[in-house]
Nanobody, 126 residues
């Protein structure tokens, strides 16, 4: 699976952005997808994930209620709608694909994700 993330940019606090991740490869529809982020000087952290079917989603506490993940297996895309953005959301955001197919639940460890996109920068000004 090859992944291409897009949609980052500069936004004021309280604003919204929509990140998209386009995938190529026949296995996309069978793997869970996740979004991670990495701020300067910090470790990469899990943001949100969605199972292969789209039936289950999971969010980090820091973004719960503000971010929404979704996927379209027919178009091989996964999106992250980010609302009510805060300066602490500033980071490079990465989409990633689970290393195992047909997992029933979302995993939050970056070690469980084998394929990674190149990252897209989100900057939230105060």
């Amino acid at each position: 699976v090859q992944l291409q993330a897009s949609g980052g940019g500069l936004v004021q606090a309280g604003g919204s952005l929509r990140l998209a991740c386009a995938a190529s490869g026949r296995t996309f529809s069978t793997v869970a997808m996740g979004w991670f982020r990495q701020a300067p000087g910090k470790e990469r952290e899990f943001v949100s994930g969605i199972t292969w079917s789209g039936g289950s989603t999971y969010y980090a506490d820091s973004v719960k209620g503000r971010f929404t993940i979704s996927r379209d297996n027919a178009k091989a895309t996964v999106t992250l709608q980010m609302n009510s953005l805060k300066p602490e959301d500033t980071a490079v955001y990465y989409c990633a694909a689970d290393r195992f197919s047909l997992r029933r639940s979302v995993v939050t460890s970056h070690r469980e994700y084998f394929y990674w996109g190149q990252g897209t920068l989100v900057t939230v000004s105060s």
